[in-house]
Structures are given as C-alpha cells and as structure tokens.
C-alpha cells in the first residue's frame, strides 16, 4: 500500500481540539476533506503528521501553535473608523468581516469593541495562540 507524500491529494476525516478538550471542528458530520499534502492552504502541521499515513490509517496529534496559527498577535489588534464600514452594517462585538490586506488577500477580522466613532478590530487567526490537537483518519491518496 501506497504512503503518503508531499505533493499527493488526499481525503480525509478528522476533529481538531484545544487543550482544555474543546472541539473546534470536525469534518465527520461531511464530507472528507480533500486537499494537496503541503498545500499552504492547510497549517504545516497538518500536513507534516499526514507524511507517510496509508490509507485506513488512524492517529491524534498534538500540533503546536509554531506549526499551526502562530502566536497571538497584539499589533494585530487595531482601531478603524466607524466610517470604514458601509452606512448600513451595524457591527456589533464577535461579529466577523471580511477585509483585505496590503498584498489584496481576503482577511477575516473579529470586531472587538464599538465605539462611537471607532471600532476595534482583531486580525489574529480565531485559534491563533494555541496548540491544537487533530484527530486524523485517512480515508484515501486520490
């Protein structure tokens, strides 16, 4: 049977938990996840415990935050303008936007706080900060 390599594409099932065992997702309730082993769509970490798993095969690994979203970045966190928004969003604490950075890529940020005239917003990864345990259960090398 066939190990898997960089490069290869592959379909898998897994569940991806903190330390404190909360779950912040899973891929069992769909379909399996089908990517490029090495793509930079996926957190290096992820992709590194994949290398050399053969179909069928099941393991838990614990990916620290250096090999998954980074630390917490404060100069992450920053003030924008009420007016930056367009007149008709109210944006409210916990509510996600999508914005675009300097090199034009799609960012998501976590609106912090509302101020009169300033919002906080938070451009940090939602687990940047922590390390992250997966459960992983390759399904197949397509």
Not at 32 to 59: H, T, Y
Not at 78 to 97: I, K, M, S
Request: glycine fraction near 8%.
């Amino acid at each position: 049977m066939a190990a898997v390599k960089e490069g290869d594409k592959v379909q898998v099932h897994y569940r991806g938990s903190l330390d404190d065992g909360s779950e912040f997702e899973s891929s069992y309730e769909s379909d399996p996840l089908e990517f490029e082993v090495g793509s930079p769509d996926i957190i290096p970490g992820f992709n590194q415990a994949l290398v050399g798993m053969e179909p069928g095969d099941k393991k838990t690994v614990k990916v620290p935050m250096s090999k998954a979203y980074g630390p917490y970045r404060d100069h992450f966190v920053f003030e924008v303008e009420r007016q930056a928004f367009p007149p008709e969003t109210n944006p409210v604490v916990g509510q996600v936007f999508e914005m675009r950075n300097e090199e034009d890529r799609a960012v998501h940020v976590t609106v912090k706080e509302v101020r009169e005239d300033k919002v906080v917003i938070d451009a940090n990864h939602r687990l940047a900060g922590n390390d992250l345990t997966f459960e992983i259960e390759l399904k197949g090398i397509l």
